[in-house]
């Protein structure tokens, strides 16, 4: 099983909707999880941090669920900019290791 | 603050070859840096983790042989591709942790596309 799993999409929703990623992971020993976005053919640059007791920034909440063991990113009013593949990643091992899934696609369309 | 440059940012190279890749941190001291590999429609793959005058760390199924990392100094680390194949052809990002930030932020470079021939 792989560390952290993502729903790969893609995700196609119009402008203004309301779209939710979740993203699993199978070490209970991760401390802290991140969300990142990535533009193709670009390097993927930090969304958020994802705390236990949520994380909202503007149009865009993060949630950790450590009990079952997801992590979540909501994303609201969704714009054509908002189009791009989401990593989760999760910080693994003594050397702060990111350990990212596999990307979720989300395109949004006018 | 906190930009991390790559070099080169795309390379094509024939079968055979080696290629080095840099990855700088310009204003910040990187105690560790990273390297990865994304292959098309994949997710990012830890190659190893570099620390500033020590050998490198692989993670399991990377070769060290093949895949050559020299951290020389806290703002440079290489990353060489020895005898490069076809199957090497992938996208390389590096990032940097630096030391004085709390939390250890990963600040990605911007990448290097290799295609070998």
């Known amino acids: 099983r792989k560390e952290v799993e993502q729903d790969p999409g893609p995700f196609n929703v119009p402008e203004g909707a309301t779209v939710a990623f979740n993203c699993t992971y199978s070490n209970s020993a991760s401390q802290s999880f991140f969300w990142y976005r990535q533009d193709c053919r670009k390097e993927p640059k930090l969304l958020m941090s994802?705390?236990?007791s949520g994380n909202e920034d503007g149009r865009f909440t993060a949630q950790l669920n450590r009990a079952s063991q997801y992590i979540s990113l909501l994303i609201r009013d969704s714009k054509l900019s908002d189009s791009a593949t989401y990593l989760c990643a999760g910080l693994s091992g003594g050397y702060n290791k990111l350990i990212f899934g596999a990307g979720t696609r989300l395109a949004v369309h006018p | 603050g906190a930009v991390v440059s790559q070099h080169p940012s795309w390379v094509i190279c024939k079968s055979g070859t080696s290629v080095k890749i840099e990855c700088r941190s310009l204003?910040?001291?990187?105690?560790?840096m990273f390297w990865y590999r994304q292959f098309p429609k994949q997710s990012l793959m830890l190659m190893a983790t570099?620390?500033?005058?020590?050998?490198?760390?692989?993670e399991q199924g990377v070769e060290k042989d093949k895949f050559l990392i020299n951290h020389a100094s806290l703002t440079l680390s290489t990353l060489t591709v020895t005898s490069a194949h076809p199957e090497d052809s992938s996208f390389y990002i590096c990032?940097?942790?630096?030391?004085?930030?709390?939390?250890?932020?990963?600040?990605f470079g911007p990448g290097t596309r290799l295609t070998v021939l």
């Open positions: 570099s620390n500033e005058g020590s050998k490198a760390t692989y």
């Open positions: 994802v705390y236990s």
């Open positions: 204003d910040f001291q990187a105690t560790t």
């Open positions: 990032s940097a942790v630096s030391g004085e930030k709390k939390y250890n932020e990963q600040f």
